[in-house]
């Protein structure tokens, strides 16, 4: 309508191609392009964005262990951030699960990213990995846990680096089972996770633990998926 900025938004997307044995690719091209009607709106900003790309590209192996990896990498920028026209940023993960046995499934996961705003014209580098095994007791229960590490450092001058470590334990009831240790959906958990961090994390935690460095949270919940 009259009086707003316009946004078109085209997409193209490649699903599931055949690349090798057991292994598709997925490709997306997306973008935000802006329309301003100035003599409504008034000049645009000169360091608005008017065109903003948003590539991502996935490799799916089947066929590891009963289990699959799955490579992604994305580029974004412009206003699938911030709309700042310098404003961009790169994201690489990988996620890896192996089901050697019925009983016994572990998942394997990390990502990277570099993300640049061009407000403030700072850069952002944050990674983080992680371990989740499951071990199915009988076909209803299971006991699973997780680990996981992670890292967050701007490149201002002075900056230190955020870090925080998670390790949790979750007793499990899952009503319904294919056989298979992972992915059987409900699940209810009952869980308990035990985490600590550097001093440059604590305001990012202060809600729960006020100044501390550590913490320890525990509870219940249902995860399910459609």
């Given at each position: 309508?009259?009086?707003?900025?316009?946004?078109?938004?085209?997409?193209?997307?490649?699903?599931?191609?055949?690349?090798?044995?057991?292994?598709?690719?997925?490709?997306?091209?997306?973008?935000?392009?802006?329309?301003?009607?100035?003599?409504?709106?008034?000049?645009?900003?000169?360091?608005?964005?008017?065109?903003?790309?948003?590539?991502?590209?996935?490799?799916?192996?089947?066929?590891?262990?009963?289990?699959?990896?799955?490579?992604?990498?994305?580029?974004?920028?412009?206003?699938?951030?911030?709309?700042?026209?310098?404003?961009?940023?790169?994201?690489?993960?990988?996620?890896?699960?192996?089901?050697?046995?019925?009983?016994?499934?572990?998942?394997?996961?990390?990502?990277?990213?570099?993300?640049?705003?061009?407000?403030?014209?700072?850069?952002?580098?944050?990674?983080?990995v992680g371990v989740r095994p499951l071990f199915k007791v009988t076909d209803h229960f299971a006991l699973q846990g997780d680990a996981g590490y992670f890292y967050n450092k701007d490149d201002t001058d002075g900056a230190a680096a955020n870090t925080m470590f998670k390790i949790g334990f979750a007793p499990t009831i899952m009503p319904f089972t294919d056989g298979f240790a992972w992915g059987v959906r409900p699940e209810i958990r009952f869980y308990v996770n035990y985490a600590y961090w550097n001093e440059e994390q604590t305001p990012a935690q202060s809600a729960l633990f006020g100044g501390d460095e550590s913490g320890v949270t525990f509870g219940t919940y249902v995860e399910t998926w459609f």
């Open positions: 309508p009259e009086g707003t900025v316009a946004t078109w938004m085209p997409d193209v997307r490649l699903e599931n191609m055949p690349v090798n044995p057991g292994g598709t690719l997925t490709v997306g091209v997306l973008a935000k392009m802006l329309t301003w009607n100035e003599e409504v709106n008034g000049e645009k900003p000169d360091e608005a964005a008017s065109f903003s790309p948003f590539l991502f590209a996935r490799h799916s192996q089947s066929g590891i262990l009963n289990g699959g990896n799955n490579l992604a990498v994305v580029y974004k920028g412009g206003c699938f951030l911030d709309c700042h026209e310098d404003s961009r940023a790169i994201i690489v993960s990988d996620d890896l699960l192996l089901q050697p046995t019925q009983q016994f499934s572990v998942v394997l996961a990390g990502v990277f990213k570099n993300q640049k705003s061009g407000m403030s014209d700072v850069t952002n580098n944050s990674w983080a």
